[in-house]
């Protein structure tokens, strides 16, 4: 169970936020390329960013930072938000981004989808983000009626490498995991699953662990490490 640190961005800052909400935001750094050499000393194996900017306004605001994390760590970097063409998708991997996440273009663009992953074969995920139940897109400000189960069938027909799953009722909340929805997620999905949202302590991630046998690659950890209620050393030691 790959323990995958979370670096958002905001205006350039290091933030996180409540329920994944605009404008609820908490400063943790203003230099996000120290904090991810931070997260790579203490064991990191992937630094996960988002950019946050990029995915309330639909394209990308924080390229340069990105750059900046890129090349500040040798251990690879996953990064998404606003990601709505394949001329950004290559900008991404140029930038030195390992790994490319998908979210809303994914569940409208079929044919950007498809090419994506034929390009760049094993390097796209795609986030499925559940509010209420139903998928959230743009931001997580809207839903839509696709069902997960069909939403993870098309995805694995298009060739996606691995689902980032996150309960936005409970990210930034450190109100603990819901593991029902993150077990009843994972037995569905034939592609692998990176869990987030609410992992509070390691009680959270004691209960995720069995679910590796169902298909669970790995887990996100935000506000949990940067309020200290979880060190990210010991847990890479002990989960990992």
């Excluded at 996180?16 to 931070?38: D, H, M, Q």
């Excluded at 490319?100 to 090419?115: C, K, M, N, P």
Aim: hydrophobic share 40%.
């Amino acid at each position: 169970m790959h323990i995958i640190p979370a670096i958002d961005l905001k205006d350039g800052k290091c933030v996180r936020l409540y329920k994944g909400e605009e404008g609820t935001e908490t400063v943790f750094s203003e230099n996000p390329g120290e904090i991810a050499r931070r997260w790579e000393e203490c064991g990191a194996e992937w630094i996960h960013v988002v950019d946050l900017d990029g995915a309330f306004r639909g394209e990308p605001r924080n390229m340069d930072v990105i750059r900046d994390i890129a090349a500040r760590v040798s251990c690879p970097v996953q990064a998404g938000g606003g990601i709505r063409t394949i001329d950004t998708v290559r900008k991404y991997f140029e930038l030195g981004v390992k790994r490319v996440i998908l979210g809303t273009a994914a569940f409208s663009d079929d044919e950007f989808l498809r090419q994506a992953c034929v390009e760049f074969p094993g390097g796209i995920a795609v986030g499925i983000d559940t509010k209420k139940g139903k998928i959230a897109v743009k931001g997580w400000t809207e839903v839509i009626e696709t069902g997960t189960g069909e939403a993870l069938r098309r995805l694995d027909r298009a060739g996606v490498s691995v689902i980032l799953n996150t309960n936005v009722d409970r990210d930034g909340t450190m109100e603990g995991i819901n593991i029902d929805a993150a077990k009843d997620f994972i037995a569905s999905s034939p592609l692998p699953v990176i869990a987030s949202g609410g992992i509070a302590t390691t009680n959270d991630l004691d209960k995720l662990k069995p679910l590796e046998e169902l298909g669970l690659y790995g887990v996100i950890l935000g506000k949990s490490i940067y309020t200290g209620a979880i060190n990210l050393k010991e847990a890479i030691e002990r989960y990992s």
